[in-house]
């Protein structure tokens, strides 16, 4: 499946980091050890995007500002090796047009003109992966390059069952090395410089799956990740943030497949805090229904709310003016991604197996997020409504 946040390296420069993070809850696909594939897979992604604001503040009531669009092409290959290994890699190119807000809703008239091209990326990554009679681990490189950002990770994560396989055990690690380029036309002039500056994630994560009954499945997962290095946004001003943000995730989810219809019932919720101040909460639910000559449909919905970030400035009487930071303020920022906010997101899968090799899907979901929805307090009221919608088609082909 192809997902926001695999279309994006640098989350500051447009608004789909929120719509990744509240629809991007993998499902569980197995309560027990990985076994090696026995056979192959290609599979074919296109993802239309488009996201808009709509004017509920006393600036923009009545307007429709038209924001980001993406079509991404993705291509994944999966062939297994010699009985005990299997090499993955995954092909991504996305074109990102329109322009994301200075700050609050500010320019949300003027920006009813028209949009223009932002970036162009080119991603890749494989994994490689050895199994055994109760486990397997595998290793990851990736890469990504657009305009003004190149990302570059390497991952690795063992798996471990015990002898009855209804339990399994995760232990994961990851590093991110992120360059940007401040150099572009679009980068505020007071921070413009001539060498690239750098960003480092460090990630950890630890889960453990336990099959409950034949019809039940649990997860829990728990993250870490500890980032330094420069997380300012350079389209912004003002806007300083502090050179580093660690991140602490859980996350507990379940299956239950019923007989009765033959369907399953898939729930998550997820917690995530930082060190920025933000508290965040997602809840998920997606029932998969098996119907006759092959086809499947999985209509799927989630609830995301978070608090907003301990700098982050809300709007005063006119949104179009920057509101001066507090006197004595080291950071400070008036992105509405660091607002408080709440958002839903829905949206139905439709598949079709055309023949015992050859499987297509397409997909469609909308996002919607408001202020006033937010668990912690009823956002900023400068912060115009945010929507978007997204259509995916998929073919894929075993071998």
Known sequence: MMTIPALK?????????????????????????????????????????????????????GMTRERIGVQALSLMCMVPVAGEWSLSVNLLDDTV?????????????SALSGASALDLRHAGDAQLTRYFSRGSVTGGLSYSKENDYISRGISLQGSWSTEDRNTTCMIGASVNDDSIDL???????????KDP???????????????????????????????????????????IRPRGRNSATFMTRCNHHFDSTDGTMHLSYRYYQDTWGIRAHTLGAEYV???????????????YSQSEADFYIASGPDPTKPVPPPAGAVYYSEDQRLSSFGAISFGVKVSKQLSAHWLMDVKYERYEQRGEWSLFGKGDPGVASFNAKDVQLGLSRTF
């Open 97 to 109: 047009t329109g322009a994301s807000p200075a700050y609050h809703s500010a320019g949300f008239p």
């Open 183 to 193: 150099r572009g036309d679009n980068v505020v002039a007071s921070k413009k410089q």
């Open 289 to 303: 229904q098996p119907l006759p000559k092959g086809w499947t449909i999985t209509p799927q919905m989630r609830f």
């Open 9 to 61: 390296a640098k989350s500051a420069l447009f608004g789909t980091a929120i719509l990744g993070v509240a629809m991007a809850l993998p499902t569980i696909n197995s309560a027990c050890a990985d076994s090696a594939p026995e056979n192959g897979i290609v599979s074919l992604k296109y993802l239309n995007y488009r996201d808009w604001q709509t004017g509920d503040t006393p600036l923009t009531a």
């Open 197 to 239: 500056e750098k960003k480092m994630a460090y990630a950890a994560l630890f889960g453990l799956t336990k099959v409950l009954a034949k019809a039940d499945i649990v997860q829990f997962n728990l993250g870490y990740t500890i980032g330094n290095g420069y997380f300012t946004d350079p389209f912004k001003d003002p806007d």
